[in-house]
T-cell receptor, first 109, second 115 residues
Framework: KNEVEQSPQNLTAQEGEFITINCSYSVGISALHWLQQHPGGGIVSLFMLSSGKKKHGRLIATINIQEKHSSLHITASHPRDSAVYICAVIYDGSEKLVFGKGMKLTVNP | AAGVIQSPRHLIKEKRETATLKCYPIPRHDTVYWYQQGPGQDPQFLISFYEKMQSDKGSIPDRFSAQQFSDYHSELNMSSLELGDSALYFC??????????????FGPGTRLTVL
């Protein structure tokens, strides 16, 4: 059983829609990453969080440490946001990333 | 700003051959992580190095070995290649061991195809 759960697994949206991607994990972490991967492409780190909320352009990431849950929000979605979004965590006492299975987002024009 | 560099970007090998993948971390970064992402799979941690010493080991086959050199670049050596080794291999680097304060930065990956 994957220790990092993401939902939904796939999402198709229309351009301009507000999108939320969820991530939950099982035990205490020191950090959580939101990553973006385009088809056949490399991984780009969007955010690293250990508490609170971060914003960059149209992207907002939040984390609730007590509930072991994080969300990535995309406002005013655009077709170029189409990619796989991966949540990955670093568990307390470790330094390696444990990845979720990713969520494939398709934004149609 | 300089990023993590991986070479080669693409590699095609036959079964039972040997492959060497290289990772050049961001300047001043002393920690390197290797991950393997099979087709349609989520990335899996292989091995990491901090200050030229192995710091953690994941699901890395015995046929694979890796090291970090004095200039902090790292090489992943893969022998007796199998079809199942076909994957995208990422490395990431950080300044110090990754955690709440030290972020991992990813390279573009090396796509290995074993025929």
């Amino acid at each position: 059983k994957n220790e990092v759960e993401q939902s939904p697994q796939n999402l198709t949206a229309q351009e301009g829609e507000f999108i939320t991607i969820n991530c939950s994990y099982s035990v205490g972490i020191s950090a959580l990453h939101w990553l973006q991967q385009h088809p056949g492409g490399g991984i780009v780190s969007l955010f690293m969080l250990s508490s609170g909320k971060k914003k960059h352009g149209r992207l907002i990431a939040t984390i609730n440490i007590q509930e072991k849950h994080s969300s990535l929000h995309i406002t005013a979605s655009h077709p170029r946001d189409s990619a796989v979004y991966i949540c990955a965590v670093i568990y307390d006492g470790s330094e390696k990333l444990v990845f979720g299975k990713g969520m494939k987002l398709t934004v149609n024009p | 700003a300089a990023g993590v560099i991986q070479s080669p970007r693409h590699l095609i090998k036959e079964k039972r051959e040997t492959a060497t993948l290289k990772c050049y971390p961001i300047p001043r970064h002393d920690t390197v992580y290797w991950y393997q992402q099979g087709p349609g799979q989520d990335p899996q941690f292989l091995i990491s190095f901090y200050e030229k010493m192995q710091s953690d080991k994941g699901s890395i086959p015995d046929r694979f070995s890796a090291q970090q050199f004095s200039d902090y670049h790292s090489e992943l050596n893969m022998s007796s290649l199998e079809l199942g080794d076909s994957a995208l291999y990422f490395c990431a680097s950080s300044l110090g061991l990754a955690g709440a304060y030290n972020e991992q930065f990813f390279g573009p990956g090396t796509r290995l195809t074993v025929l």
